[in-house]
């Protein structure tokens, strides 16, 4: 499995940006694929996940109502829109397939990050 995040960027506070993540391999139908993000110094936190027929999201309580998470199953890809971006949301944000709900597992692959910066 290859996954590959990109969209990241710099984004002032209030602002939006459109996570993109391209899957390719083992599609793991029976499980969740989703977002997670991690700053300096801190552990990987979970942002959002999404089954894959694109139901059954779940999210972070700190990104609800501001971020969607969505999946393209014909195109193997995930994305993350992410509205009223705050500071706090700065990190490197990772996809991550296949978790369990909102839980990594053994053999969960994960792509190389993209970086959201957001100014206050």
């Known amino acids: 499995v290859q996954l590959q995040a990109y969209g990241g960027g710099l984004v002032q506070a209030g602002g939006s940006l459109r996570l993109s993540c391209a899957a390719s391999g083992r599609t793991f139908s029976n499980y969740h694929m989703g977002w997670f993000r991690q700053t300096s110094g801190k552990e990987r936190e979970f942002v959002a996940s999404?089954?894959?027929?694109?139901?059954?999201?779940y999210y972070a309580d700190s990104v609800k109502g501001r971020f969607t998470v969505s999946r393209d199953s014909v195109k193997n890809m995930l994305y993350l829109q992410m509205n009223s971006l705050k500071f706090e949301d700065t990190a490197v944000y990772y996809c991550?397939?296949?978790?369990?709900?909102?839980?990594?597992?053994?053999?969960?692959?994960w792509g190389q990050g993209t970086q959201v910066t957001v100014s206050s």
């Open positions: 991550a397939l296949p978790i369990a709900g909102t839980t990594v597992l053994g053999g969960t692959y």
């Open positions: 999404i089954s894959w027929k694109g139901i059954s999201p």
